[in-house]
């Protein structure tokens, strides 16, 4: 069967473009039904300051008992979208921190849902940037691989 990415993918906006002096926090999305989610960040820098990127775990997408993972994932980035394509593969960790050079950069973090607290109820998730200047202008998609594909996948911003 050939890839099809609106049936087999859903593509949620997490976090609009914006200035990101003290940080914020993405929609959050369920990922009921999904073998995999993807954040995709994107920054451009206009100040020398990291962005710190992590991942939260909640019950409901109302943001319900919100934590930090707890199990390392496969992250990927390309500090310099200027000058390459090419995502590097990062260190897995439960978190991601930018470099501070003044670069346009993109950030990809793959979550699995079975690493979520799961028994705890944990189904779905968003992320957080820590504080940085008002002149790095983020944003954030998920990417949400369905289980089955279908003509018009359900709903991720509902529980």
């Known amino acids: 069967m050939k890839l099809s990415l609106p049936q087999q993918f859903k593509i949620v906006e997490a976090m609009a ?10 929609d959050y999305v369920s990922l009921k039904n999904v073998d995999k989610a993807w954040i995709v960040f994107t920054t451009t820098q206009g100040n020398a300051a ?6 939260k775990q909640a019950t409901a997408v109302a943001g319900t008992s919100a934590k ?6 496969p992250i990927w980035a390309n ?16 978190s991601y ?10 950030v ?3 979550i699995d849902p079975r690493h979520l ?3 705890g109820g944990f189904d779905c998730i968003a992320f957080t940037t820590g504080a940085s200047n008002a002149a790095n202008i983020t944003q954030g998609i998920f990417i949400l691989e369905y289980r089955y594909q279908q003509s018009s996948p359900p709903a991720a911003i509902t529980d």
């Open 17 to 26: 473009p914006a200035a990101d002096a003290a940080g914020r926090t993405s």
């Open 50 to 55: 990291t962005i710190a990127i992590t991942p």
């Open 68 to 73: 930090n993972l707890t199990v390392s994932v």
């Open 79 to 94: 500090l310099d979208t200027a000058t390459s394509d090419t995502l590097a593969r990062a260190t897995d960790a439960t």
């Open 97 to 106: 921190t930018t470099d501070a050079a003044i670069k346009n950069k993109v």
């Open 108 to 110: 990809v973090i793959e």
């Open 117 to 119: 607290d799961v028994d």
